[in-house]
Each structure stands twice: as structure tokens, then as C-alpha cells.
């Protein structure tokens, strides 16, 4: 019969071209849209406030720094800066670990520690604040306040950074590890390793890349907090002002064009991280 | 020498009960068996990376089954090979006398020796992503009889490679056992490799092992 033999000719006269046009107009909506955003926040501070159309570069240059030089977010551009430094420091502390005990061993509960590690990623961010809030209302939280203030204070900000922020860069190196197969630690362990010193000579080198990922993915977890900072630490100008508080601050009480250049700058901060991101990420792609 | 007495592995969704064979000191050993027929697990378990279930695994007639892989004096080469990526093929020669704290100039003189032997002068500086399949093949060799095991463990090592490459490497192989004297099981499915190599051929098969002839 000549059926089967019609039917690759058939096949051979069917385009391809809605597929993709379909891949490519859904795509590029999306890709489109942030374009969009990032570019009207640049817009608005160029284009003159009184309505008289674009008064040039200089004016919208002003408009963006001016702001940026009030004491109060001057204060907020530091502590984010600090507080997320430190975020991504400590984050990076325990990810290392943590991340390489769930890469590398298999314990009871595992699936459960998994899943608590994942709580932080998934909690609605104003959850977390409520419970860092409550937590120390409890008497293990309240002794620790005795010594150290925390709620309300810039503690309060780290650890509502933290309590967040930390969970990407476990997740972040748990891949890191994934992808570094034990076959090395193994060898290094016939060679004449224990365990430690197989992990500090063989695997640790070789985790670089993924550990300023996440560092990285940490730090800007952490600048973009807002929710539990703003529950747990309160807004308190010149004390625990992030600039995701200043932004909200600033709005509240109506000043867009402070507001637009908090986000600028937050924009820029976020384009540094994604080419730190790209260039380490770029690191362990070229990996052996 | 290598003796394995009684060995019992679980593997996944099989077991191997009761493996036994002995290779005599300064011997060249080669045990086949088909792919997935667990050669790899027993040269784990006779690393100790892999617990075993009962038995007994004797290395130069000392009883190594409960000690950990750094003390068992098994130099091994895994087939993957897994060389360190961040370090250079001198680093790879040293790493096992730099973590068992040789003294520098002995280490130093030991590693020009492996140099010369498996001939890696102009690779010294290079690391594992520069390499060629023999190459690399020639320093996971090297490092894993820098610290002078007595025993050496080869996992398929030759089937990454090339025709001609691996007829190089039969002789180098060869050689480097009857100058370095360590006795060596060499795990390959390939009868050809057997043929080349062995001393003494053991085939693998329905967890199974027993003693073949070499010529046939």
C-alpha cells in the first residue's frame, strides 16, 4: 500500500515557524516587559516634573542624586550595604556545610531537614518577620535581648536578611556540590585524606565558583528584603532604614522622584550581581 | 599480595555473596566481567569506600577490612579517573606525599621519578582540562603509586582511549609493574586487554568468580 510511504513526504511540507514565532512573542512579552519597567523608572526621572517636556541630562542627573545625598538614605545606602554584606558572609558560613551534609550524606530525617530548609524560600516574607517578632518575645528570645538588642535594632535586620537570604545560598551550594562528583573525594581518601581533608583540598577549590554564586544570590536576597525588615526592625529613619524602607518611606509620604532614584540605584546594585552571577556562573560552566 | 575472603557486597538491587581469590605479591591481575556485574563495587570495597556485609580483604598479608581507605596503602585509579581540576599534574604527583608529610626533597625527587617514568615532563604545569585521554590516564597512574602503594587498583582503565593509544599504554602499564613490583588487579571487560596483561585472569559473572586461564 502506498499510505506509509505518502506520509514523510506529508511530514516534510510542515513549518516550523509558528512553533517558534509562538516561543519568541511569549518570550519576548516577558523579556519586554522588564525592559519596560527598568527603562520608565530612567524616563521618569529624565523627563521634567513641570510638565514642560525633557529638560536635558543635567537636570535628570540631579533629580537622580539629589535625593540620594539626604542624610537619612545616605544612612540606608550604608547600612544595606553593611547588613548585606555581613547577610551574605554568614550565609555563605552555613550554606558551606550545610549544603555538603545534604550533597554527601544520607541520615534519618533528611527529608525533613530538606524541607525546612526550603520554608524560608516559600513563607510569605511578612510571616517570617511575624516570627522572628514572636520568637523573641519567647524567654530564650528575651535573654538573648538582655544582652544584645535585637528587635527593632540593626540585629533585627541582619537576622530578618539572614533568616532568608541563607536558604538560596544552601540551595545554591547543595547544587555546587551535587555537581562535584564524590569520585574525587573518594580518590583523595585512598591517597591518604580523611574525610575534612579531602573536602578542604579536593572539594572546597573546587566549589570557588559556586560559592561566590552564593554569596551573591545571598547579598541580593538580602538588599531586596523588605517584609520581615519592615515587621521585625521596624522603619525607624537614621536606625534600622534599609533602601528597600526608604523606597516605601519615601513613597508614603509622596515623594515619587526619591523613590524612583532609591530604585535606580537598587537596579544598578542588581546589574553588578548579575554580572558577578554571570561571570562566576560562566567559570563553573567552562568546568572540567 | 591481595586476598579476598568470603566477601559480601549489597549493591543497589543486587548482591555479591561469598567472593573469594587471592593475587600473589608482585603479580598482575586482571578480572573480567561484564558490565553491571559489580567489578567496581568490589574494587571499592577492597579500597574501603564501600562497606562490606561479611568477609574478609587482605592487603600484603596485613587484615585492612575495618581500616579507613587512607590506611590501606591502595594506590587506585577509578575509571572516570577524577583528576583534581584545580591543580596541575605536579600537584597531582605530590598530593598524596603532601598529605601523608613526606619530607619536601624526597616528595621533590619522588615526583621527578613518576615524571620520568610515565613520561610527563612537558605536562607538568598543565591541568586536567589541557590533557589527552592518555595523558591524563598516565597522571591518575602517577598519582596513585607516588606514595609507593603495595598495591594498585585499575578500573577499566584503558576504555576511554584510542587503539593506538592504549597499545602504549599495555607496555607502560607493563613496565611500570615490573619496576615499581606493586601488585596490581586490573578490572576490564575487554578479553584483549586480559590477554596483553594478566598474570592471572579471574572472570566475574553471576557473582560468580573464579580462576581462568590466561591463554584461552
Known sequence: ?288 | MIAVDGLSLKMGAFAVEGVSFTAGTGEYAVLMGRTGCGKTSLLEAICGLKPVRGGRVRLLGRDVTDLPPADRGVGYVPQDLALFPTMTVREHLGFALEVRRWDATLAARRVEELTELLGLGHLLDRRPPGLSGGEAQRVALGRALAFRPGVLLLDEPLSALDEDTRAGMYELLRSVQRQTGVTTLHVTHSRAEARALADRLFVFDKGVLRESSVDT
Open chain 1, 1 to 288: 500500500m502506498s499510505a506509509p510511504e505518502q506520509q514523510p513526504a506529508a511530514r516534510r511540507s510542515r513549518s516550523d515557524v509558528p512553533f517558534v514565532a509562538g516561543l519568541v512573542v511569549i518570550g519576548g512579552l516577558y523579556v519586554g516587559l522588564i525592559v519596560a519597567m527598568v527603562a520608565a523608572d530612567a524616563a521618569y526621572l529624565l523627563t521634567d516634573p513641570t510638565g514642560k517636556g525633557n529638560d536635558g541630562i543635567v537636570a535628570g542627573f540631579n533629580r537622580l542624586v539629589l535625593p540620594l545625598a539626604k542624610p537619612e538614605i545616605r544612612y540606608a545606602v550604608k547600612l544595606s550595604l553593611v547588613s548585606c554584606a555581613i547577610t551574605a558572609i554568614l550565609s555563605v558560613w552555613v550554606a558551606v556545610p550545610l549544603g555538603y551534609l545534604m550533597s554527601r550524606y544520607e541520615f534519618r530525617g533528611k527529608g525533613f531537614v530538606d524541607a525546612v530548609i526550603d520554608v524560608p524560600i516559600v513563607l510569605p516574607p511578612l510571616v517570617v518577620g511575624l516570627s522572628l517578632l514572636i520568637l523573641f518575645q519567647t524567654p530564650p528570645g528575651r535573654a538573648v535581648e538582655r544582652v544584645i538588642p535585637v528587635t527593632y535594632a540593626i540585629p533585627a535586620v541582619i537576622l530578618a536578611q539572614f533568616s532568608v537570604a541563607c536558604a538560596f545560598a544552601v540551595r545554591t551550594m547543595r547544587v555546587t556540590f551535587d555537581q562535584i562528583s564524590p569520585r574525587r573525594e573518594q580518590v583523595a581518601r585512598t591517597l591518604g585524606c580523611t574525610r575534612g581533608q579531602a573536602f578542604w583540598r579536593v572539594v572546597l577549590p573546587e566549589a570557588r565558583n559556586g560559592m561566590v554564586t552564593a554569596a551573591t544570590v545571598a547579598w541580593a536576597r538580602a538588599l531586596g528584603e523588605f517584609g520581615p525588615i519592615l515587621v521585625f526592625a521596624g522603619a525607624t529613619r537614621m536606625r534600622t532604614e534599609v533602601l528597600s524602607t526608604t523606597i516605601f518611606l519615601e513613597l508614603s509620604v509622596g515623594n515619587l522622584e526619591a523613590a524612583v532614584a532609591v530604585s535606580l540605584l537598587m537596579v544598578l546594585a542588581a546589574v553588578l550581581v548579575l554580572v558577578v552571577l554571570r561571570w562566576a556562573g560562566g567559570g563553573s560552566a567552562r568546568g572540567w
